[in-house]
């Protein structure tokens, strides 16, 4: 039997994962009043969320043959895999923990166009949030708001969009209903406002962070609305409309007296269309004007027992066969106040700031290829633990090795970051060197270049040509704050890999903050 992965699926997944985020940054976030023993916390695991940079060692040429250094070079697609995971690990160069509020829900934006067609917001169809053919998706943001299509026909069968003249609301009674001056037929809900400073907003993607503000009687106003009535069927052989009776019921179970009728139009023997006229309105001759010029207090009842839960919709005629139709209603509180559960929110944003190196100089000013987002993962209990100016931890993440008498440093300024090593049967790759402590920084991962052994003590270091560069200490490899295996057991990968993004290669500066962004789609 297939499965079918639902847009509310996949809605709470994303909500899932931000708030897990959110609980893991922020200890006073969704936990019981009065209990601070998190282990005690129902739902909650101690996780922890950070973003990675990593990878200093260049790409191979692309399937074209280009470098990296090249303009048409594509980096390597993920393919998913548990050795690439582990690479990822092994890549890193920093780790920086997710704030509370740097991650969020997001929709794909998509600015309204003079002259595009709008789909309107029609819960039996499951291709409403997507462009199809000359169709374009049912929300869009304009001038900062995000807007909702309920109608597409209120004034005529011509779909060419034209946004009102005012982007707010009609009047302060109908809240996020806006149809006058909507010349071609097109009525659009205000269901969100975008923070134009949030730093997740970006060219692609509107942070969903809250509806707007909608008072008691705005809701009272939108809950329960009729919005739409779609054909799921149109049938045949209709010579003339057929009849459309819509009953409503409310959450009481009662049938609701909602003061509107329906219209079918016919097309070829096809019911084409369905409008929602008022009743106490003299019908239109096309569209469904009525209605949305005349919402009133007879379709939408004073509590939220009253208001329309579910409508059925029943075509009757002599003639014609099969058309069958299904009606969209909105949430009892409107649909402003329920716009994340209502938008393809199944977008996760997620973002961090690495500032210079960090506090205790934790992010090396290196170039980087690999972003990830890494949970469940331990500090080595050997080191310390670093935090920004924020207040966020920072763990660096590169082994180093510290070099003994006078190292060559003619070989040492001449070395490319990714440049392979050599000491004793340890091969690494080269990232960094500190002067001033004679810290040689490295990394290794399963490139037949390198491997995985470990720098053995007073040993001495080669360049790519063999030639020496200094003796390492006594102690060999030391271990950064984040160690990509886990020590005890020895071998097991530190943390798991919950995405991450090959990248053509960045360079890092001392003096500039890298705003690094991900955006997960569920």
């Not at 990878?55 to 250094?69: C, I, L, R, T, V």
């Not at 199944?346 to 960090?358: D, I, M, S």
């Not at 050997?382 to 082994?399: F, P, R, S, W, Y």
């Not at 984040?482 to 990248?503: C, K, L, M, Q």
Request: proline letters at 5%; glycine letters at 8%; one cysteine or more.
């Amino acid at each position: 039997m297939p499965a079918i992965i639902t847009d509310d699926f996949r809605r709470n997944q994303a909500r899932l994962l931000v708030n897990d985020i959110k609980a893991s940054a922020d200890s006073n976030f969704d936990s019981p009043s009065g209990n601070s023993n998190e282990a005690t916390w129902p739902y909650r695991g101690n996780n922890r969320y950070s973003i990675g940079l990593g990878k200093a060692d260049p790409w191979g040429n692309d399937s074209n043959g280009n470098s990296e250094s090249t303009t048409g070079f594509s980096p390597p697609s993920p393919d998913g895999t548990i050795q690439e995971d582990h690479d990822v690990i092994s890549n890193l160069s920093v780790l920086k923990d997710v704030g509370g509020t740097g991650v969020k829900q997001l929709i794909a934006k998509n600015p309204w166009t003079t002259g595009r067609k709008y789909k309107v917001y029609d819960e039996a169809d499951d291709d409403m949030f997507y462009t199809s053919g000359d169709l374009y998706p049912c929300v869009v943001t304009h001038e900062n708001k995000v807007y909702l299509c309920l109608s597409n026909t209120a004034t005529t069968s011509n779909f060419t969009a034209v946004l009102p003249s005012t982007t707010g609301p009609a009047a302060a009674n109908i809240y996020g209903v806006t149809a006058k001056g909507d010349a071609q037929g097109y009525v659009w809900a205000h269901v969100a406002d975008v923070n134009t400073s949030d730093p997740l907003l970006t060219n692609q993607f509107v942070p969903i962070n809250s509806s707007p503000s909608v008072t008691a009687a705005q809701k009272q106003r939108t809950g329960g609305l009729i919005s739409h009535i779609a054909i799921t069927n149109g049938g045949s052989g209709y010579s003339n409309p057929p009849s459309v009776v819509i009953t409503a019921v409310d959450y009481n179970g009662d049938v609701v007296n909602t003061g509107i009728s329906a219209r079918a139009v016919v097309s070829g023997g096809v019911v084409t269309r369905i409008d929602l006229v008022d009743a106490l309105q003299s019908p239109l001759t096309d569209g469904s004007e009525s209605y949305w010029d005349h919402i009133g207090d007879d379709h939408l009842h004073a509590t939220a027992a009253d208001r329309v839960k579910y409508v059925t919709v029943a075509i009757q005629t002599s003639s014609g066969t099969n058309a069958t139709a299904y009606a969209t209603v909105a949430p009892v509180d409107g649909y402003a106040a329920s716009a994340i559960n209502i938008l393809p929110t199944w977008f996760v944003g997620l973002t961090a700031e690495f500032v210079n190196k960090e506090t205790d100089d934790d992010a090396a000013i290196i170039d980087f290829r690999q972003v990830s987002l890494l949970k469940n993962f331990t500090r080595d209990p050997n080191h310390g633990e670093g935090t920004d100016d924020e207040g966020k931890i920072v763990l660096d993440a590169l082994k180093y090795v510290t070099l003994t008498g006078t190292p060559n440093t003619t070989i040492i300024n001449n070395l490319s970051q990714g440049d392979v090593l050599t000491c004793g049967t340890a091969k690494f790759y080269f990232d960094y060197y500190d002067a001033a402590t004679k810290n040689l920084y490295y990394h290794q991962n399963s490139n037949r270049d390198v491997n995985f052994i470990d720098i053995p003590a007073s040993t001495a270091l080669k360049s790519p040509n063999a030639s020496t560069i200094a003796n390492t200490d006594s102690t060999g490899t030391r271990r950064p704050e984040y160690n990509a295996y886990d020590s005890s057991p020895s071998g097991v990968t530190n943390g798991e890999v919950i995405f991450h993004e090959n990248r053509a290669p960045f360079q890092r500066g001392s003096s500039q903050t890298e705003e690094v962004k991900l955006i997960i789609q569920l």
